[in-house]
């Protein structure tokens, strides 16, 4: 009889824990915050590669991927030290990796909102550091747009902009 009541408050604490845990992790996302699912993007515009010399020779992307990471960081206004923290933190550097969800590629896209499976790495980068670009213009913090990269909004959280800020230091990034 005894044993009962322990087991029933222990069955109390893991319910008022899980209750509680569920409290801290998940925050309500507002109506306004969450936007229609766009369509499937393609790039079609050839990735412009004047020159094939390595940028960085610690970088482990070919020169034709370092040319196209830097012409698409310069023409999107990022800086290509973030960029290299983002793909290291998606992909740690694998052109051709899926994850468990079907994201592809250096920059890990979304296969519900591009057409990853047939991008080539460079496409994959240009796509990627387009996304965060417009996250950086939408949000308006670099935390808030590599969160909204991640989670496909702001929640508010920063652990994931946090790892890619700090794979990002590795390669000399600072705010």
């Known amino acids: 009889m005894r044993h ?19 409290y801290l992790l998940i925050q309500p996302v507002e109506a306004e915050e969450i936007e229609p699912i766009p369509p499937k993007i393609r790039c079609t515009e050839p990735i412009r590669q004047e020159k094939t010399e390595l940028w960085r020779s610690d970088v482990p992307l070919t020169a ?6 830097l012409a698409v960081c310069s ?4 800086d290509p030290l973030l960029a290299l923290g983002l793909i290291e933190t998606e992909s740690n550097f694998q052109t051709d990796i899926v994850s468990p969800w079907g994201d592809y590629g250096l920059c890990q896209l979304n296969c519900l909102y591009f057409d990853s499976a047939n991008m080539t790495p460079a496409e994959n980068m240009a796509a990627g550091v387009g996304l965060l670009a417009a996250n950086i213009e939408r949000y308006g913090t670099v935390e808030a747009a ?4 991640n989670r496909g909004h ?4 920063r652990f994931y902009a946090a790892t890619v800020l700090r794979n990002a230091a590795k390669w000399g990034y600072a705010q």
């Open 4 to 22: 009962n009541h322990i087991i029933r408050g222990i069955i109390i604490c893991m319910v008022v824990l899980a209750l509680f845990l569920a």
């Open 146 to 149: 590599l969160t909204a990269y």
């Open 75 to 78: 023409e999107r206004g990022v």
């Open 64 to 69: 034709e991927l370092q040319t196209a990471l």
């Open 154 to 157: 702001d929640d508010g959280t």
